[in-house]
């Protein structure tokens, strides 16, 4: 049976690369893939997954508006299809993360989702909640705070270093702007020292 599955992590944990490994593991042994990325990440260019190691594949885009079961049927009419690779899942909408389940339970296609689980204020994008609560397997990807410890959570700063608090959950690009923490510095730096 074809399982949904959640890979996530905080910023800059390598999970692009993951994905693009797996992807060209299938690709190598001539199975096909979907590759599919939020339509609002542009980062590297419309329609690519890119990692921070420099490797890059082409994918398709989705937006939130659309139904992602339609486009994997649609695309299962071409020939079969190995698995489903979604980049930045983050920003699926959560009825798209039921319709990717029901790619996984009815069109028996594995789905690996790869995104974030939490945003900069520390609170889960919606699509990441609908995947850590219905996702079939939950895998997390670890990356390290600069004391050591495993980063579960990421700040934002703004153009002269200080730490954002507030404003919008998505910012494309600024990756530079972004920094992974353990918890512990997370709240260090969001609310301010112990007192």
């Given at each position: ?6 890979n996530?992590?905080?910023?800059n944990?390598?999970k692009?690369?993951?994905l693009?490994?797996a992807d ?15 339509e ?5 260019g419309e ?10 594949a ?21 020939g079969p ?9 983050q920003f699926?909408q ?9 790619v996984?339970?009815?069109l ?31 895998r997390?990807?670890?990356?390290i ?8 959570m990421?700040i934002?700063k703004d ?5 954002v ?13 972004y920094?992974?923490l353990?918890r512990?510095h ?5 609310h301010?020292?112990?007192?």
């Open positions: 049976m074809a399982k949904l599955y959640f996530y992590s905080t910023m944990a390598g692009s690369a993951i693009l490994q060209h593991n299938y690709r190598e042994r001539g199975m096909r893939t979907l590759l599919l990325t939020a609002l990440d542009d980062r590297a329609g690519v997954i890119a990692s921070r190691i420099g490797i890059q082409p994918a398709s885009r989705y937006d939130t508006q659309e139904d992602l079961y339609d486009r994997v049927a649609a695309c299962l009419k071409e299809l190995a698995c489903v690779l979604i980049d930045e899942a699926l959560p009825e798209q993360v039921w319709q990717l389940a029901r996984a339970d009815e028996s296609v594995p789905v690996m989702a790869y995104g974030l689980r939490v945003d900069f204020q520390g609170q889960p994008f919606p699509g990441s909640a609908a995947l850590l609560a219905i996702a079939d397997s939950l997390e990807i670890r990356t705070c600069h004391c050591g410890s495993k980063a579960t990421v934002r153009q002269s270093g200080r730490v608090t507030d404003g919008a959950q998505v910012q494309i690009g600024g990756d530079e702007t920094v992974s353990c512990i997370w709240r260090e730096a969001f301010g020292p112990p007192t």
